[in-house]
């Protein structure tokens, strides 16, 4: 088990936008400077990182030690299902400390006001154990908002519907119409400490 670190910065970064809009493609550059990375991989898309079902993953995770790795999970497509893997996964992440977590798609498996116990423990928590979080939605307002409210980095492209673009200004402190002008791949970079903020 990995003591707890109190010096270490919080990372958790939120990346918003409709689909096509570059949430994946950020990720994938982001995620290949990870040393220790586990991919909840709800698309099935990250093909060169090795599936491990939930059952393994802690043995896995185990064996590698103090060790480098690269794992994603290929979640079940039954919703309950998919809900019970994602809070073991999150546990376990918390379990073994110092990981860089990619939860694709987070409106699958968090709402508003329901985070599952295990998420919110990453949330709140997982910056003591090491551990770094990348969470992508397509539809800010549909994922829990503790979330968005802890996010360090927020990197938000295009977005398709009213809510979701007050959602993510009220939280960068900007006008929703700043979000509705984006186009193709532009995005908004905003950071939590130092508040920065710029279009990518
Ligand atoms: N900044 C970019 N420049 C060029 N191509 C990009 C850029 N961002 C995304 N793409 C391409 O656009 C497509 C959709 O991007 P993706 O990241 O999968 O979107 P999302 O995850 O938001 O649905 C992919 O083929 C991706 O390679
Ligand atoms: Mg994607």
Known sequence: MTKVDVTQKADIRCVLGAPGTGKSHYTKAEMAKAKRLLVWDLEDE?????AVSVQQ???????AGAGGF???????TDADKRQVEFDLVCRTIMAIGKITFVAEELRFVTQPSKAPAGWA??????????????????????????????ATLIRCGALNYPEDRK?????????????????????ILWTRTPRTIKQV
């Open 121 to 150: 423990a990453i949330t709140l928590r997982g910056r003591k154990r090491g551990v770094k979080v990348i969470g992508t939605s397509q539809r800010p307002a549909s994922i829990d908002k503790d979330f968005l409210g802890s």
């Open 46 to 50: 990250y093909e060169h990182i090795d």
């Open 57 to 63: 993953l802690p043995h896995r995770l185990h064996q």
């Open 167 to 187: 959602a993510v200004a009220a939280v960068m402190g900007i006008d929703p119409a700043d979000i509705e002008k984006l186009e193709g791949y532009q995005a």
């Open 70 to 76: 690269k794992v994603r999970v290929i979640p079940s």
